[in-house]
């Protein structure tokens, strides 16, 4: 059945609604029975009577005597989870009418819980994330406890003996094992918050860039445990003179080898992590994360494919959408125009379909094969899907060599550039009307994602004619020439003439200089670029369509589906007249690299239907949008409304923009007079900035002197 069909996309906003609360109910009891099922797996009950009798109950010729258990109780409440988010989205998505829509207020009451605090190692962090932090990591703790108890209870001296060891080589050898199953379900968690089309994040209210930072904190945990496990076991086998145990890569078991493969994988992948690391040698970090390929390989082949499909449905899920970005990041997409600011800044205007529909603060990924073919950098949208229905523009500012080489190309005599891009990702809505006052505190480059949230609340305000915050975007530059950055809070086209009822303030700090500018020193302008138009380019739209989200649902259920079809037959017609259920006879690595295939090949044939069938629904649009744009190139380029105050001004939006703006120069903001003077009832605070100006904002709204101080939980970095 074609999912664009389904009863979903009809029925009124209450049916919508109504829906919703039974799916997430359904997702709230089906998410606890899985947690619960992670906290009893140390337990004696589940080892002992719940395991055996459920893997009686499922073993068959189709999935052998264990893997229909694992695939019951791990795997499908999972995947059963996020097709179920999927509806929900989908649902939610037909129910609203404006991204930017407010609320009743109801969660008010979550207010305290949702300020901030910082925490050293875990940065700015609210209250509901410590404590789920907290209690995840009571988990770990709870069931290596039990593990080790439960393990310890059966080692005596009279034991130990018997396997000719001491005590305490019999304990190390029971500790280090059990590491590895604690550092397995820190695993298990480790790839939904690195899935970008993710329908699970945004059932629990989040986004895939506000999450990295949890897959950092699960990957810190997980390798840190694996180190534990993998120096325990070589000081075991040292103890015990059984060295070579390293290298043992039996036919069925474990496999020691594979294990010390995907271990040293993922030491050079931890090793890159490391913020400095990060920051001074990103490259470096780029290349060298592509080895959780072998270190996920490898993992499986170490501990088999039975045991690996506990951690498989966050895996399975990753799969899915990075199969996908790979489908969308194959073509080029129309890039319009480019405006170079003296900055080292530029806007590049991509077209879209009328169809690509996507939230302030949405991101997309960028790569431009002329610098770079294997780099993807990610950048936040500056332009509102309702405000310009035909373009996307993204703001850059040069401060590495990937962003200074762009900058260096649109200086020179450019008239195409090929780009291809992976997204928008975003939150599936956000909530700025529900605050009086919305304060904006920003640092150099990060107003881009406030231009963003500035252009949707221009399009709310004047083609909705819904009442607006008042705005207060209160942006600090090293210098002047930054300044030429406030020209890009209006687009090229598609604003309105004027927007009177949009309340908008700006307090503009030039930090590094004591005055203006001399008006006699030449300034360079600000110059549009366009290129020409390029028939195998085309508009950027949504890699499923306009339902994505049932599409990805559809993608999700068949593919496994089709997995467990392929596997099924595998394994009564070839293994099992091999293996006979014993687990003794086929090689657990051919069985591990036959499953991983045919996950991949079942991923691979329902994305790639799905995708190919949305590209030809698309194709006639994207054929009108190219002709509608080949025609004479523009020559006019618009110039900067601070460096060219003497001259005609170009537009009247930009002159309202000027009017709004109030420069301070030698100094920086006073944020806590800004915040604790405001008086209105909720005063929404956002900040985008350094590092330091990000934990002054975060002190400020945490310390409980201004109640009306709600500081937005929204990441803009990757």
């Known amino acids: 059945m074609d999912p664009q069909r389904s009863a979903l996309s009809g029925g009124g906003g209450g049916n919508h609604n109504t829906l919703r ?9 089906v998410f606890a029975g899985y947690l619960f099922l992670w906290v009893m797996l140390p337990t004696n009950p589940y080892r002992l009577k719940w395991q055996p009798k459920l893997r009686t109950q499922t073993a068959s010729t189709y999935f052998g005597t264990t893997h229909g258990a694992t695939y019951l109780v791990f795997t499908f409440p999972v995947l059963l989870t996020a097709v179920l988010g999927c509806a929900y989205i989908h649902l939610g998505k037909k129910s609203s009418d404006n ?3 407010g609320k009743n207020g109801n969660n008010h009451r979550l207010a305290i819980w949702k300020r901030p605090m910082i925490m050293k190692g875990l940065g700015i962090v609210s209250r509901i994330e410590i404590a789920f932090f907290i209690m995840f990591i009571a988990l770990l703790i709870w069931s290596f406890a039990t593990y080790l108890r439960n393990s310890f209870a059966t ?3 009279k034991s130990a003996a018997k396997k000719g060891e001491e005590v305490w080589e019999v304990k190390l050898d029971s500790a280090s094992h059990r590491l590895a199953f604690i550092g397995n379900i820190a695993f298990a968690f480790l790839f939904f918050p690195v899935t970008r089309g993710s329908s699970v994040l945004p059932l629990f209210g989040l986004t895939s860039e506000g999450s990295v930072k949890y897959h950092i904190w699960l990957g810190h945990i997980v390798m840190t445990l694996f180190t534990a496990h993998s120096f325990g076991y070589i000081v075991y086998w040292a103890s015990v003179h059984e060295l070579s145990e390293m290298l043992d890569w039996p036919k069925t078991g474990v496999s020691n080898l594979a294990g010390e493969i995907s271990f040293v994988a993922g030491l050079i992948l931890w ?6 690391i990060r920051r001074k040698m990103f490259e470096l970090f780029f290349y060298t994360h592509h080895m959780y390929i072998p270190f996920v390989v490898f993992f499986i082949f170490h501990v088999g494919i039975n045991y690996a499909s506990m951690m498989l449905p966050g895996f399975f899920l990753f799969v899915i959408d990075r199969y996908l970005r790979f489908l969308q990041s194959r073509s080029h997409v129309r890039l319009l125009s480019a405006r170079v600011l003296p900055s080292q800044v530029v806007e590049l205007n991509f077209s879209k379909t009328k169809g690509l ?14 610098i770079s073919k294997m780099q993807w950098h990610p950048f936040t949208i500056s332009s509102s899907s309702n405000l310009e229905s035909d373009n996307l523009s993204v703001i850059i500012k040069g401060e590495g060599k990937w962003s200074n080489k762009l900058h260096q190309l649109l200086s020179s005599s ?8 992976e997204g928008p990702y975003g939150p599936t809505s956000t909530d700025f009307l529900r605050h009086e006052l919305l304060v904006m505190v920003s640092g150099g480059s990060g107003i881009t994602p406030f231009i963003s949230i500035i252009r949707e609340l221009i399009h709310t305000s004047e083609n909705l004619k819904c009442k607006t915050p008042e705005i207060i975007l209160i942006s600090s530059f090293k210098n002047s020439n ?13 604003a309105p003439s004027e927007f009177p009822n949009l309340d908008l303030k700006i307090e503009a700090y030039v930090t590094r200089e004591k005055g203006a500018p001399p008006e006699e020193q030449e300034k360079t302008k600000t110059r549009t670029v366009w290129f020409k138009p390029n028939p195998s380019d085309a508009p950027i739209s949504p890699v499923l369509g306009q339902n994505n989200y049932l599409w990805l ?8 589906i089709i997995y467990l079809i392929f596997i099924g037959i595998l394994t009564r017609y070839y293994i099992f007249p091999i293996d006979h259920n014993t687990n003794k006879k086929y090689a657990s690595t051919s069985r591990a690299l036959l499953h991983m295939l045919f996950l991949c090949i079942g991923v691979f044939i329902a994305a790639t239907s799905a995708f190919l069938m949305n590209k030809n629904k698309n194709a006639k649009e994207k054929n009108i949008q190219i002709q509608n744009m080949e025609g004479p190139t523009p020559q006019a380029s618009p110039n900067s409304v601070f460096y060219n105050a003497g001259r005609e001004l170009e537009s009247l939006p930009q002159q309202s923009i000027s009017q709004s703006v109030n420069l301070h120069y030698g100094e920086r903001p006073d944020l806590k007079k800004f915040l604790f003077e405001r008086k209105e009832s909720s005063v929404g605070v956002l900040v985008c900035g350094p590092k330091k100006m990000r934990h002054e904002v975060a002190n400020i709204c945490s310390s409980g002197l201004a109640a009306n101080l709600h500081f937005e939980s929204i990441s803009f970095s990757w």
């Open 553 to 560: 649902g559809a993608i999700i259920s068949s593919s496994f």
């Open 271 to 276: 090793a890159t992590t490391f913020p400095r």
């Open 21 to 29: 609360a039974a799916i997430m109910a359904v997702v709230m009891i």
């Open 482 to 494: 930054d300044l030429t950055m406030l020209d890009l809070i209006l687009p090229l086209c598609g």
């Open 414 to 421: 450019i008239d195409r550039l090929d780009v291809s891009i």
């Open 155 to 157: 080692i005596t001296p």
């Open 99 to 101: 991204h930017t829509k």
């Open 357 to 370: 529909s996507y939230t302030p603060t949405s991101t997309i990924f960028l790569n431009i094969p002329s």
